[in-house]
């Protein structure tokens, strides 16, 4: 949990994510702060993240 949420810092800090206030870290709503298209783009060619973007979403 604590990596992940230093990943999620540093995405943030980066301007990738936005962070939702809450008093506990693991509450806090977490947004793209990018197109999704522009995150297609990156991953195009690399079929692990192909397949995890082609996921039906709930």
């Known amino acids: 949990m604590l990596e992940f949420s230093c990943l999620i810092l540093v995405l943030s ?11 506990e870290d ?7 702060q990018i197109d999704s298209s522009d995150i297609t783009f990156a991953f195009k060619g690399n079929r692990f993240f192909q397949k995890c973007l082609e996921q039906p979403k709930f």
Do not use: A, C, T
């Open 13 to 23: 800090d980066q301007g990738f994510m936005k962070l939702g206030q809450s008093k």
């Open 26 to 32: 693991k509450l806090r709503r977490v947004m793209l």
